[in-house]
């Protein structure tokens, strides 16, 4: 056997007759008059390969091990499918059994399951139809995002995963220790941190954005893509523990270069998965959400409309909607009032800046009123903010101030605030949830669907 193997992809664009051989996972055997059909698929593309066995060609023991869930290899000839839906079809002639798969206890089978149930089954669901497509669409935006920003000169910096500072300054973080929890050293009645392993409190990382502005100030255009974690005890469809993001920064670039950036770099993400998941996006137009084809087409084509979050809020005020958050200067804004203003009010995409500095980020640039800073949130139809970003903080003394002002101990950002003493420069970035994109361009409608193994509160199987 051999990686160059021909994968079922381009088995179903061969162009017949001729010899071919098929690896993959048996997804459903039918017998009929003589003859097997067998479905096989081995994940590289939506549509099945159908195989066919005549009566008589492998003897009886090699058909019954052919069942749902088999690992196979099956050689034969590839010809053209007389069937309705496919171009092509293999007869064939011999199959290697690799791994046999009991019927009776298989717990993926045809008739299709909750997706509750298959969660539990996570190490399994993969091989279905609702899952293969979501991970090919998940490896196309993973491989379009490096290619944009490679295309573009980006620096790729892999940021650390164990940090000594919170990003976000929300103290939602998973502390990471080596001390014995039965008996912990203390001094004065408090657990005495010099003993752990790295001799301080450390953390997994909320976001490489801190750290990966380091490099954006050395080589000017850089990004980050890596896992971030957060201990936040909420068990909703829109959240996980464990997720990845996507952080670009750029030197010499303000909070207009940001937003043009992520213009961009959201308009080629979908136009690379229109054009390379089509058959992917046509399933989850039929059985998961009807209009994600339309809506990401129009989000394609569509001038993004920038406003300020103080012109968003006198939107809001006047629409005449009943929302169940209230709103008023100063509220954050949630998903309802989000979606008003991209689906009803303006109807396309739309660029939300200036928001209040309460609401905001440490890290943010204060603008000139002192009330508010130079953040931007990207809202979509349908889901809402699907990035956010900002200008950040070039002044060490605001910096610092604003370090102060949230309450953080200024200790951990140390290196931080050195930026901006040794060749500060404006620089801006912003961040885009992987999950949370492939979800929008699925339509899925839990976050715990688009993620591998999926992390939160009470659950870290698998």
Sequence with gaps: MDYRRTYIRDLLDSEPPREASAFGWVKTRRDSKGIHFVQVNDGSCFQDLQAVIQEGVLDEETVKQITTGACVRLDGELVESPAPGQKVELQVRSVEVFGPADPATYPLQKKGASFEFLREISHLRVRGNTFGAVFRVRNQVSWATHKFFQD???????????????????????????????????????????????????????????????????????????????????????????????????????????????????????????????????????????????????????????????????????????FEFPVFWGCDLQSEHERYLTEKKIGRPVIVTDYPKEIKAFYMRINDDEKTVRAMDVLVPRIGEIIGGSQREDRHDVLLRRIREAGLDEEPYWWYLDLRRFGSVPHSGFGLGLERFVMYVTGMKNIRDVVPFYRVPGSAEF
């Design 152 to 322: 573009r000169g980006f620096l790729y910096v892999h940021t650390p995963i164990i940090s000594a500072s919170d990003c976000e300054g929300a103290g939602a973080m998973f502390m990471v220790t080596t001390l014995d929890l039965d008996n912990l050293p203390r001094i004065d009645g408090k657990v005495d941190f010099s003993q752990d392993f790295f001799g301080r409190q450390a953390y997994l990382t909320v976001s490489g954005q801190l750290n990966v502005e380091c490099f954006a100030e050395a080589f000017t255009n850089v990004y980050t893509f890596g896992p971030t974690f957060r201990a936040e005890n909420s068990s909703t469809a829109r959240h996980l523990a464990e997720f990845w993001m996507i952080e670009p920064e750029q030197a010499f670039c303000d909070i207009e270069g940001n937003m043009n950036l992520a213009e961009e770099y959201l308009k080629y993400l979908i136009g690379h998965v229109l054009e390379h998941c089509s058959a992917d996006l046509e399933f989850f137009r039929q059985r998961i959400e009807p209009t994600v084809v339309e809506t990401l087409q129009h989000v394609l084509t569509s001038p993004f409309e920038r406003i300020t979050y103080t012109d968003a809020i006198k939107m809001l005020e006047s629409s005449g909607e009943s």
